[in-house]
Protein backbone atom coordinates (compact mmCIF):
# COMPACT_ATOMS: atom_id res chain seq x y z
CA UNK A 1 0.00 0.00 0.00
CA UNK A 2 1.62 3.38 -0.98
CA UNK A 3 -0.20 5.42 2.28
CA UNK A 4 1.89 7.32 4.11
CA UNK A 5 1.48 7.04 7.73
CA UNK A 6 3.53 8.36 10.85
CA UNK A 7 5.30 5.79 13.24
CA UNK A 8 7.57 6.64 16.16
CA UNK A 9 11.03 5.10 17.60
CA UNK A 10 9.21 2.09 18.79
CA UNK A 11 7.70 0.95 15.44
CA UNK A 12 4.24 2.20 16.37
CA UNK A 13 1.88 3.49 14.24
CA UNK A 14 0.78 7.26 15.30
CA UNK A 15 -2.43 8.96 15.24
CA UNK A 16 -2.64 12.61 15.85
CA UNK A 17 0.77 12.36 18.03
CA UNK A 18 -0.41 9.70 19.86
CA UNK A 19 1.03 6.04 20.05
CA UNK A 20 -1.88 3.74 18.49
CA UNK A 21 -0.56 0.59 20.73
CA UNK A 22 -1.01 3.19 23.99
CA UNK A 23 -3.99 4.05 22.70
CA UNK A 24 -5.72 0.58 22.36
CA UNK A 25 -4.56 -0.15 25.77
CA UNK A 26 -5.68 3.00 27.57
CA UNK A 27 -9.23 2.26 25.68
CA UNK A 28 -9.16 -1.35 25.18
CA UNK A 29 -10.49 -2.40 21.36
CA UNK A 30 -12.14 -2.07 18.92
CA UNK A 31 -11.57 1.55 18.98
CA UNK A 32 -12.50 4.07 16.48
CA UNK A 33 -9.91 6.67 16.66
CA UNK A 34 -10.01 10.32 14.92
CA UNK A 35 -7.80 12.43 14.10
CA UNK A 36 -9.37 16.11 15.08
CA UNK A 37 -6.84 18.00 12.52
CA UNK A 38 -7.92 16.07 9.65
CA UNK A 39 -11.95 16.92 10.19
CA UNK A 40 -10.55 20.66 10.98
CA UNK A 41 -8.78 20.75 7.49
CA UNK A 42 -11.33 19.84 5.96
CA UNK A 43 -14.50 21.86 7.20
CA UNK A 44 -11.99 25.18 6.69
CA UNK A 45 -10.96 24.12 3.53
CA UNK A 46 -14.57 23.81 1.94
CA UNK A 47 -15.49 27.01 3.88
CA UNK A 48 -12.56 29.13 2.62
CA UNK A 49 -13.68 27.92 -0.62
CA UNK A 50 -17.28 29.09 -0.50
CA UNK A 51 -15.57 32.56 0.28
CA UNK A 52 -13.28 32.19 -2.20
CA UNK A 53 -15.71 31.20 -5.02
CA UNK A 54 -18.77 32.37 -4.39
CA UNK A 55 -18.10 35.28 -2.19
CA UNK A 56 -19.34 33.62 0.80
CA UNK A 57 -22.73 33.61 -0.77
CA UNK A 58 -23.35 29.82 0.70
CA UNK A 59 -23.14 27.31 3.57
CA UNK A 60 -21.48 23.64 3.51
CA UNK A 61 -23.86 21.64 5.82
CA UNK A 62 -21.68 18.56 7.41
CA UNK A 63 -23.55 15.54 6.01
CA UNK A 64 -23.96 13.93 9.66
CA UNK A 65 -25.02 10.30 8.10
CA UNK A 66 -21.03 10.27 8.09
CA UNK A 67 -20.27 10.09 11.65
CA UNK A 68 -22.78 11.28 14.20
CA UNK A 69 -22.71 12.44 17.50
CA UNK A 70 -22.67 15.58 20.11
CA UNK A 71 -19.39 16.60 19.42
CA UNK A 72 -19.08 16.55 15.65
CA UNK A 73 -22.10 19.15 15.85
CA UNK A 74 -20.00 21.59 17.80
CA UNK A 75 -17.49 21.51 15.84
CA UNK A 76 -19.25 22.04 12.99
CA UNK A 77 -20.82 24.73 14.73
CA UNK A 78 -17.72 26.25 15.49
CA UNK A 79 -15.92 26.30 12.58
CA UNK A 80 -19.51 28.01 11.25
CA UNK A 81 -20.86 25.06 8.98
CA UNK A 82 -24.79 24.09 8.77
CA UNK A 83 -25.34 20.35 9.12
CA UNK A 84 -27.50 18.20 7.35
CA UNK A 85 -29.70 15.09 9.36
CA UNK A 86 -31.84 12.32 7.79
CA UNK A 87 -33.51 11.32 11.21
CA UNK A 88 -35.32 13.00 14.09
CA UNK A 89 -32.66 11.19 16.06
CA UNK A 90 -29.60 13.12 14.19
CA UNK A 91 -31.79 16.45 14.77
CA UNK A 92 -31.96 15.89 18.65
CA UNK A 93 -28.59 15.49 18.88
CA UNK A 94 -27.79 18.61 16.91
CA UNK A 95 -30.30 20.45 18.96
CA UNK A 96 -29.19 18.87 22.06
CA UNK A 97 -25.79 21.19 21.85
CA UNK A 98 -27.44 23.98 20.53
CA UNK A 99 -27.08 23.61 16.74
CA UNK A 100 -28.81 26.69 15.14
CA UNK A 101 -31.70 25.27 13.53
CA UNK A 102 -31.67 27.23 10.48
CA UNK A 103 -28.35 25.92 9.23
CA UNK A 104 -29.86 22.48 9.35
CA UNK A 105 -31.27 20.78 6.12
CA UNK A 106 -33.67 17.93 7.25
CA UNK A 107 -33.99 15.04 4.58
CA UNK A 108 -35.30 11.77 4.03
CA UNK A 109 -37.72 9.69 1.51
CA UNK A 110 -40.11 8.99 4.04
CA UNK A 111 -40.15 11.51 7.06
CA UNK A 112 -42.64 10.70 9.67
CA UNK A 113 -45.06 13.72 10.80
CA UNK A 114 -43.56 13.27 13.65
CA UNK A 115 -40.13 13.78 12.12
CA UNK A 116 -41.70 17.08 10.35
CA UNK A 117 -43.39 18.25 13.31
CA UNK A 118 -40.45 18.07 15.43
CA UNK A 119 -38.80 20.44 12.20
CA UNK A 120 -40.80 22.78 11.81
CA UNK A 121 -41.09 23.38 15.41
CA UNK A 122 -37.74 23.92 16.27
CA UNK A 123 -37.25 25.94 13.24
CA UNK A 124 -34.93 24.02 11.28
CA UNK A 125 -34.07 26.17 7.83
CA UNK A 126 -34.76 23.82 5.21
CA UNK A 127 -37.17 20.87 4.76
CA UNK A 128 -35.57 19.03 1.72
CA UNK A 129 -39.63 17.66 0.35
CA UNK A 130 -38.94 13.97 -1.32
CA UNK A 131 -42.73 13.74 -2.30
CA UNK A 132 -45.75 14.80 -3.05
CA UNK A 133 -47.56 13.46 -0.02
CA UNK A 134 -45.14 14.54 2.24
CA UNK A 135 -45.86 17.99 1.00
CA UNK A 136 -48.75 17.99 2.08
CA UNK A 137 -48.22 16.50 4.98
CA UNK A 138 -45.65 19.51 6.16
CA UNK A 139 -48.37 22.29 4.63
CA UNK A 140 -51.16 20.85 7.21
CA UNK A 141 -48.61 20.66 10.03
CA UNK A 142 -47.33 23.58 9.33
CA UNK A 143 -50.91 25.50 9.38
CA UNK A 144 -51.58 23.64 12.55
CA UNK A 145 -48.21 24.71 14.10
CA UNK A 146 -49.15 28.20 12.79
CA UNK A 147 -45.34 28.57 11.19
CA UNK A 148 -44.34 28.57 7.71
CA UNK A 149 -42.18 26.16 6.42
CA UNK A 150 -39.52 26.20 4.50
CA UNK A 151 -38.75 23.93 1.78
CA UNK A 152 -36.90 22.72 -0.57
CA UNK A 153 -37.00 20.00 -3.78
CA UNK A 154 -35.13 17.29 -4.26
CA UNK A 155 -34.33 16.42 -7.59
CA UNK A 156 -32.97 13.72 -9.37
CA UNK A 157 -30.75 15.43 -12.26
CA UNK A 158 -30.30 11.73 -14.03
CA UNK A 159 -27.02 11.79 -13.58
CA UNK A 160 -24.66 8.31 -13.38
CA UNK A 161 -21.97 9.26 -11.60
CA UNK A 162 -20.54 5.68 -11.71
CA UNK A 163 -20.70 4.63 -8.41
CA UNK A 164 -21.76 1.56 -6.63
CA UNK A 165 -25.31 1.27 -7.18
CA UNK A 166 -25.75 0.76 -3.44
CA UNK A 167 -24.91 4.05 -2.95
CA UNK A 168 -25.95 5.90 -6.41
CA UNK A 169 -29.08 8.02 -5.80
CA UNK A 170 -28.85 10.62 -8.56
CA UNK A 171 -30.72 8.46 -11.65
CA UNK A 172 -33.90 8.03 -12.29
CA UNK A 173 -34.44 4.78 -10.86
CA UNK A 174 -34.17 5.97 -6.92
CA UNK A 175 -36.29 6.11 -4.28
CA UNK A 176 -34.76 9.61 -3.77
CA UNK A 177 -36.82 12.57 -5.13
CA UNK A 178 -38.47 13.96 -8.21
CA UNK A 179 -37.44 13.25 -11.75
CA UNK A 180 -36.24 16.07 -14.33
CA UNK A 181 -37.35 14.21 -17.12
CA UNK A 182 -40.75 12.94 -16.83
CA UNK A 183 -41.55 17.02 -15.61
CA UNK A 184 -42.45 15.33 -12.27
CA UNK A 185 -39.97 17.93 -10.88
CA UNK A 186 -41.50 20.77 -12.36
CA UNK A 187 -45.04 20.02 -11.50
CA UNK A 188 -44.09 19.70 -7.43
CA UNK A 189 -41.93 23.03 -7.81
CA UNK A 190 -45.60 24.83 -9.27
CA UNK A 191 -47.63 22.15 -6.95
CA UNK A 192 -45.38 23.71 -3.71
CA UNK A 193 -45.47 27.10 -5.16
CA UNK A 194 -49.43 26.99 -4.70
CA UNK A 195 -49.81 25.08 -1.38
CA UNK A 196 -49.90 27.66 1.67
CA UNK A 197 -47.81 27.56 4.89
CA UNK A 198 -45.07 26.42 2.97
CA UNK A 199 -42.21 28.29 1.42
CA UNK A 200 -40.34 27.32 -1.93
CA UNK A 201 -36.55 28.61 -1.05
CA UNK A 202 -34.81 26.17 -3.62
CA UNK A 203 -33.91 22.99 -5.37
CA UNK A 204 -31.74 20.02 -3.84
CA UNK A 205 -29.56 17.53 -5.53
CA UNK A 206 -27.03 14.43 -4.68
CA UNK A 207 -26.08 12.43 -7.51
CA UNK A 208 -24.15 9.62 -5.02
CA UNK A 209 -21.44 8.69 -2.65
CA UNK A 210 -17.76 8.10 -2.89
CA UNK A 211 -16.95 9.95 -6.51
CA UNK A 212 -13.77 10.17 -7.76
CA UNK A 213 -14.59 12.31 -11.19
CA UNK A 214 -15.09 15.87 -11.74
CA UNK A 215 -17.72 15.56 -14.91
CA UNK A 216 -20.60 14.00 -12.86
CA UNK A 217 -20.62 17.12 -11.28
CA UNK A 218 -19.96 19.92 -13.25
CA UNK A 219 -22.68 17.87 -15.56
CA UNK A 220 -25.11 18.13 -12.79
CA UNK A 221 -24.56 21.95 -11.73
CA UNK A 222 -25.91 22.52 -15.31
CA UNK A 223 -28.39 20.86 -14.87
CA UNK A 224 -30.16 22.41 -12.35
CA UNK A 225 -29.29 25.46 -13.21
CA UNK A 226 -30.52 25.18 -16.67
CA UNK A 227 -33.85 23.65 -14.41
CA UNK A 228 -33.55 26.89 -11.84
CA UNK A 229 -34.17 28.97 -15.74
CA UNK A 230 -36.76 26.58 -16.98
CA UNK A 231 -38.81 27.37 -13.31
CA UNK A 232 -38.19 31.15 -14.21
CA UNK A 233 -39.76 30.85 -17.63
CA UNK A 234 -42.61 28.83 -16.14
CA UNK A 235 -43.68 30.31 -13.20
CA UNK A 236 -41.91 33.67 -12.72
CA UNK A 237 -40.84 32.57 -10.02
CA UNK A 238 -36.96 32.42 -9.43
CA UNK A 239 -35.17 30.44 -6.89
CA UNK A 240 -33.03 31.66 -3.91
CA UNK A 241 -31.10 28.29 -3.23
CA UNK A 242 -29.24 25.41 -4.90
CA UNK A 243 -27.74 22.44 -2.77
CA UNK A 244 -25.60 20.48 -4.55
CA UNK A 245 -25.62 17.53 -2.26
CA UNK A 246 -22.45 15.83 -0.90
CA UNK A 247 -20.64 12.60 -2.00
CA UNK A 248 -16.81 13.83 -3.06
CA UNK A 249 -14.48 11.18 -3.08
CA UNK A 250 -11.93 9.84 -0.37
CA UNK A 251 -9.20 7.88 -0.39
CA UNK A 252 -9.31 4.07 1.10
CA UNK A 253 -7.10 1.96 -0.81
CA UNK A 254 -4.43 2.73 -3.81
CA UNK A 255 -7.23 2.26 -6.23
CA UNK A 256 -8.75 5.51 -5.09
CA UNK A 257 -7.44 8.20 -6.62
CA UNK A 258 -8.25 11.69 -4.55
CA UNK A 259 -10.12 15.32 -6.37
CA UNK A 260 -8.90 18.25 -4.96
CA UNK A 261 -11.89 19.95 -3.27
CA UNK A 262 -10.52 23.50 -4.39
CA UNK A 263 -10.60 22.42 -8.17
CA UNK A 264 -13.78 20.78 -7.59
CA UNK A 265 -15.35 23.96 -6.16
CA UNK A 266 -13.14 26.03 -8.75
CA UNK A 267 -14.89 23.75 -11.51
CA UNK A 268 -18.44 23.58 -9.96
CA UNK A 269 -18.22 27.36 -9.45
CA UNK A 270 -17.14 28.08 -13.22
CA UNK A 271 -20.06 26.69 -14.47
CA UNK A 272 -22.76 28.08 -11.76
CA UNK A 273 -21.18 31.36 -12.80
CA UNK A 274 -21.36 30.87 -16.38
CA UNK A 275 -24.92 29.29 -16.42
CA UNK A 276 -26.35 32.48 -14.44
CA UNK A 277 -24.87 35.03 -16.61
CA UNK A 278 -25.96 32.71 -20.13
CA UNK A 279 -29.18 32.29 -18.69
CA UNK A 280 -29.99 35.74 -16.81
CA UNK A 281 -29.96 34.23 -13.71
CA UNK A 282 -29.27 35.94 -9.97
CA UNK A 283 -26.69 33.45 -8.59
CA UNK A 284 -27.85 31.37 -6.16
CA UNK A 285 -27.37 30.80 -2.46
CA UNK A 286 -25.05 27.49 -2.79
CA UNK A 287 -25.33 24.95 -0.23
CA UNK A 288 -23.48 21.28 -0.33
CA UNK A 289 -23.37 18.47 2.51
CA UNK A 290 -19.80 16.88 2.03
CA UNK A 291 -20.13 13.66 4.75
CA UNK A 292 -17.35 11.06 3.74
CA UNK A 293 -14.54 13.28 2.79
CA UNK A 294 -15.21 15.55 6.07
CA UNK A 295 -14.51 12.59 8.55
CA UNK A 296 -13.59 9.63 6.19
CA UNK A 297 -9.89 9.81 6.18
CA UNK A 298 -9.75 11.29 10.04
CA UNK A 299 -10.52 8.06 11.13
CA UNK A 300 -9.28 4.41 11.75
CA UNK A 301 -10.32 1.60 13.61
CA UNK A 302 -8.20 -0.08 16.14
CA UNK A 303 -8.77 -4.05 16.89
CA UNK A 304 -6.74 -6.34 18.70
CA UNK A 305 -5.86 -9.74 16.52
CA UNK A 306 -6.99 -13.04 18.15
CA UNK A 307 -7.52 -16.27 16.05
CA UNK A 308 -4.89 -16.73 13.13
CA UNK A 309 -5.91 -20.00 11.42
CA UNK A 310 -4.17 -21.10 8.04
CA UNK A 311 -6.02 -22.85 5.39
CA UNK A 312 -3.37 -24.63 3.39
CA UNK A 313 -3.38 -23.50 0.08
CA UNK A 314 -5.77 -21.76 0.71
CA UNK A 315 -6.09 -18.48 2.77
CA UNK A 316 -5.20 -17.31 5.91
CA UNK A 317 -7.77 -15.87 8.54
CA UNK A 318 -6.82 -13.31 10.66
CA UNK A 319 -9.63 -12.55 13.16
CA UNK A 320 -10.16 -9.47 15.38
CA UNK A 321 -12.28 -8.57 18.06
CA UNK A 322 -14.42 -6.04 16.05
CA UNK A 323 -16.60 -6.82 12.71
CA UNK A 324 -19.79 -5.96 10.53
CA UNK A 325 -20.93 -4.57 14.29
CA UNK A 326 -18.37 -1.99 14.19
CA UNK A 327 -17.67 -1.60 10.35
CA UNK A 328 -20.81 -2.98 8.24
CA UNK A 329 -19.04 -1.47 4.73
CA UNK A 330 -17.19 -5.03 3.53
CA UNK A 331 -20.31 -7.12 4.14
CA UNK A 332 -22.65 -4.44 2.61
CA UNK A 333 -20.57 -3.00 -0.40
CA UNK A 334 -17.52 -5.52 -0.50
CA UNK A 335 -16.06 -2.02 0.89
CA UNK A 336 -12.02 -1.77 0.78
CA UNK A 337 -9.75 -0.72 2.79
CA UNK A 338 -6.10 -0.33 3.84
CA UNK A 339 -4.55 -2.63 7.17
CA UNK A 340 -1.63 -1.86 8.92
CA UNK A 341 -0.67 -3.73 12.68
CA UNK A 342 0.21 -0.87 14.71
CA UNK A 343 2.96 -2.45 16.96
CA UNK A 344 4.63 -3.57 13.76
CA UNK A 345 4.31 -0.47 11.63
CA UNK A 346 7.89 -0.88 10.81
CA UNK A 347 8.06 -4.15 9.38
CA UNK A 348 7.08 -4.99 5.76
CA UNK A 349 3.71 -5.65 4.80
CA UNK A 350 4.49 -9.49 3.19
CA UNK A 351 1.39 -11.53 3.74
CA UNK A 352 -1.68 -11.86 1.55
CA UNK A 353 -4.60 -12.39 4.24
CA UNK A 354 -8.61 -12.76 5.04
CA UNK A 355 -8.89 -10.31 8.13
CA UNK A 356 -12.24 -11.89 9.73
CA UNK A 357 -14.94 -10.45 12.10
CA UNK A 358 -15.91 -12.01 15.64
CA UNK A 359 -19.55 -12.04 14.35
CA UNK A 360 -21.52 -15.42 13.99
CA UNK A 361 -21.25 -15.27 10.39
CA UNK A 362 -19.61 -16.25 7.35
CA UNK A 363 -19.32 -13.15 5.39
CA UNK A 364 -18.47 -10.79 8.17
CA UNK A 365 -15.04 -10.30 7.09
CA UNK A 366 -13.43 -7.01 7.11
CA UNK A 367 -11.07 -7.46 3.79
CA UNK A 368 -10.12 -10.20 1.98
CA UNK A 369 -6.86 -10.76 0.36
CA UNK A 370 -4.90 -7.72 2.12
CA UNK A 371 -1.38 -7.00 3.09
CA UNK A 372 -0.85 -7.51 5.78
CA UNK A 373 2.35 -7.92 8.10
CA UNK A 374 2.94 -11.17 10.41
CA UNK A 375 -0.21 -11.37 12.46
CA UNK A 376 -0.07 -12.78 15.99
CA UNK A 377 -2.57 -13.56 18.67
CA UNK A 378 -1.91 -9.64 20.66
CA UNK A 379 -1.09 -7.53 17.58
CA UNK A 380 -3.27 -4.27 16.89
CA UNK A 381 -4.90 -4.11 13.60
CA UNK A 382 -4.97 -0.74 12.64
CA UNK A 383 -7.56 -0.30 9.78
CA UNK A 384 -7.70 3.40 7.79
CA UNK A 385 -10.24 5.70 6.91
CA UNK A 386 -12.61 4.33 8.56
CA UNK A 387 -14.38 7.44 9.87
CA UNK A 388 -17.31 8.24 7.64
CA UNK A 389 -20.31 5.16 7.53
CA UNK A 390 -18.60 2.85 10.13
CA UNK A 391 -19.55 4.69 13.90
CA UNK A 392 -22.70 5.72 12.67
CA UNK A 393 -23.65 2.43 10.39
CA UNK A 394 -22.26 0.48 13.88
CA UNK A 395 -25.39 -2.13 15.78
CA UNK A 396 -25.33 -4.49 18.33
CA UNK A 397 -25.79 -7.62 16.10
CA UNK A 398 -24.64 -10.42 18.25
CA UNK A 399 -25.32 -8.18 21.32
CA UNK A 400 -21.39 -6.77 20.81
CA UNK A 401 -21.14 -3.32 22.33
CA UNK A 402 -20.45 -0.32 19.86
CA UNK A 403 -16.50 0.67 20.46
CA UNK A 404 -16.24 4.54 21.89
CA UNK A 405 -14.71 7.27 19.76
CA UNK A 406 -12.07 8.84 21.02
CA UNK A 407 -10.28 12.09 19.38
CA UNK A 408 -6.77 12.46 19.08
CA UNK A 409 -5.08 15.76 18.32
CA UNK A 410 -1.42 17.13 19.06
CA UNK A 411 -0.48 13.97 21.15
CA UNK A 412 -3.59 13.98 23.17
CA UNK A 413 -6.64 11.75 23.07
CA UNK A 414 -10.11 12.44 24.59
CA UNK A 415 -13.19 10.60 24.51
CA UNK A 416 -16.03 11.74 22.77
CA UNK A 417 -18.51 8.66 22.83
CA UNK A 418 -18.52 6.41 25.60
CA UNK A 419 -18.25 2.80 25.24
CA UNK A 420 -21.19 0.67 25.14
CA UNK A 421 -21.68 -1.73 28.47
CA UNK A 422 -24.06 -4.65 28.61
CA UNK A 423 -26.02 -2.66 31.11
CA UNK A 424 -26.83 -0.67 27.61
CA UNK A 425 -27.45 -3.56 25.89
CA UNK A 426 -30.29 -4.61 28.59
CA UNK A 427 -31.62 -0.83 29.08
CA UNK A 428 -34.91 -1.11 27.00
CA UNK A 429 -35.45 -4.61 27.21
CA UNK A 430 -38.66 -5.50 29.61
N1 LIG B 1 -26.52 14.62 1.03
C1 LIG B 1 -27.42 13.65 0.82
C2 LIG B 1 -28.79 14.00 0.51
C3 LIG B 1 -27.04 12.30 0.93
O1 LIG B 1 -27.94 11.36 0.70
C4 LIG B 1 -25.71 11.99 1.28
C5 LIG B 1 -25.28 10.60 1.43
C6 LIG B 1 -24.79 13.03 1.50
C7 LIG B 1 -25.24 14.34 1.36
C8 LIG B 1 -23.37 12.81 1.90
O2 LIG B 1 -22.64 12.12 0.95
P1 LIG B 1 -21.04 11.94 1.14
O3 LIG B 1 -20.40 13.28 0.99
O4 LIG B 1 -20.81 11.38 2.48
O5 LIG B 1 -20.66 11.01 0.07
N2 LIG B 1 -23.42 4.24 3.72
C9 LIG B 1 -22.79 4.49 2.44
C10 LIG B 1 -22.94 5.91 1.99
C11 LIG B 1 -24.37 6.35 1.87
C12 LIG B 1 -24.48 7.78 1.46
C13 LIG B 1 -25.89 8.24 1.57
N3 LIG B 1 -26.09 9.62 1.32
C14 LIG B 1 -21.30 4.10 2.55
O6 LIG B 1 -20.91 3.61 3.60
O7 LIG B 1 -20.56 4.24 1.61
Same mark, same amino acid.
Given at each position: ???K?????????????????E???????????????????????????????? *??????????????????????????????????????T??????????? #??????K????????????????????????????K??????????? +?I???????????????????????????????? +?????????????????????????????????E?????????????K??????????????????????????????? +?????????? #???? +??????F????????????????????G??????????????????????????????????????????????????????????????N???? *???????????????? *??????????????????????????????????????N??
Amino acid at each position: MNRKFETNSKGHLVLGGVDAVELAKEYGTPLYVMEENTILSAMREYKASVDRFY *NGNGLICFASKAFSCKEIYRIAMREGLGTDVVSGGELYTALSVGFPAEKI #CFHGNNKSDKELEYAVTSGVGRIVVDNAEELERLSKIAKKLGKTAPV +MIRVKPGVDAHTHNFIMTGQIDSKFGFALETGEA +MDIVKKTLDTPDVRLVGIHCHIGSQIHEMLPFTETAKIMMKFIADVKKETGAELDELNLGGGFGIIYTDEDKRIEYLSY +MEAVSKVIHE #CADS +MKLKLPFILMEPGRSIVGEAGTTLYTVGAVKTIPKIRTYVSVDGGMFDNPRYILYGAKYDFLLANKADKPADRKVTVAGKCCESGDLLGENVELG *NAESGDICAVFSTGAY *NYSMSSNYNRNVIPPVVFVKDGKSRVVVKPQTYEDLVRNDI
